[in-house]
Every structure is written in C-alpha cells, then in structure tokens.
C-alpha cells in the first residue's frame, strides 16, 4: 500500500500559474508510471501528463506547452507546473501511480483547482 499525498490546489485568474505537488509514503522507484489525471464532475477522470520509469513523458494535448510534470524517485514526489492556467482547466486533479510488479494502483483524494475571473 501506497499514500499518495497532493498540496498546492487553490483559485487562480485566467493566465494564472499553479505547481501541484504529490509526496508518495514509500518509494516510487517501482512505479512504473506515475503523474496527474483530473475529472470535472459528471465526467470521465482523464489524463494530464505522467512521466515513466525511464523518464519518458505522456502529455494530454489539451494542455501540452503549459503544464510540465516532473518525477523526483530521490524525493519520492511527482510535481505539476501549471502556466497558462484557462476556465477549462477547473477540475479536481489527482495523484496516480501504477506499480511495475503489483495488481493495484494508487490515487491520491486530489485537491481542487478553479480557474476563474
């Protein structure tokens, strides 16, 4: 079993900047991916960017060139620098890692980001 823990959601103006941060309770080194999803409600939980084991990225397009996640197996934290920040990225975001060698994956609770004037 893994906690996965998330800080840094809040209410941020139209071209505003955010940086999420997920702390893991136990080392990330088996993951083989970890990242951040988000979900609007009455909606499907999607993808926002994950970074694999080998250090290769996963990028939604909806937010390519403005979101940047960064995997830290020293600190055991996956990291989400939000620029650009638009209303249609208002959503709930959630910390994701997928083991290499086990059946469950882990969720963070996720934390709240609004976008708003």
């Known amino acids: 079993q893994v906690d996965l823990v998330e800080s840094g959601g809040g209410l941020v103006q139209p071209g505003g900047s955010l940086r999420l941060s997920c702390k893991a309770s136990?080392?990330?080194?088996?993951?083989?991916?970890m990242g951040w999803y988000r979900q609007v409600p009455g909606e499907q939980r999607e993808l926002v960017a994950v970074?694999?084991?080998?250090?290769?990225?996963n990028i939604a397009k909806s937010v390519k060139g403005r979101f940047f996640v960064s995997r830290d197996n020293a600190k055991n934290t996956v990291d989400l620098q939000m620029n650009n920040l638009k209303i249609e990225d208002t959503a709930v975001y959630y910390c994701?890692?997928?083991?290499?060698?086990?059946?469950?994956?882990?969720w963070g609770r996720g934390t709240q980001v609004t976008v708003s004037s």
């Open positions: 970074e694999f084991s080998s250090g290769n990225r």
């Open positions: 136990a080392s990330i080194s088996n993951m083989y991916a």
């Open positions: 994701n890692a997928v083991p290499a060698m086990e059946l469950n994956q882990y």
